[in-house]
């Protein structure tokens, strides 16, 4: 299995096209997702109310800055997956299924690692962050 490939904001931050300049232009056309996730939207209306309260969830508690505005679909699909799992009429297909959108969305500790966010998120500040 060979590594995954990097996002090329990850790369240009590394510096990685110094050295092999051709690389970037292998890459001109990668699409890039600039808008947010569209939380104020709520949850899609396709929804029955576990899976909407399921929706909210999810997105609450994904690492910040990994949903962006192409990743709707994805949440809602984990969210009818986890109610699925919750109310345990889940099959063994469908969980392997949420188990790899949860690790997809950084969800797992072992995924969490993996996944690269395309906006830098701000780190929280501390009174306490300026003693050394």
């Given amino acids: 299995m060979g590594m995954t490939r990097l996002p090329k904001h990850v790369l240009e931050m590394r510096g990685s096209f110094k050295k092999h300049a051709g690389r ?3 890459r ?3 699409p ?3 808008k947010a996730f569209p939380l104020s939207a ?3 209306d396709s929804l029955n109310e576990a899976e909407k309260k399921t929706w909210l969830e999810i997105v609450d508690h ?3 800055g990994v949903l962006t505005w192409a990743d709707p679909q994805i949440v809602e699909m984990g969210a009818r997956l986890l109610v699925a799992e919750r109310a345990r009429t889940i099959t ?3 969980r392997g299924h949420l188990i790899k959108i949860l690790g997809l969305l950084g969800m797992t500790p072992a995924d969490r690692v993996r996944v690269q966010i395309s906006v830098p998120v701000e780190e929280p500040t501390s009174k ?3 003693i050394s």
């Fill in 24 to 26: 970037r232009e292998n």
């Fill in 28 to 30: 001109k056309l990668e």
């Fill in 32 to 34: 890039q997702v600039a």
């Fill in 42 to 44: 709520g949850p899609p």
């Fill in 62 to 64: 994904a690492p910040p």
């Fill in 92 to 94: 063994s297909p469908e």
């Fill in 128 to 130: 306490y962050a300026k």
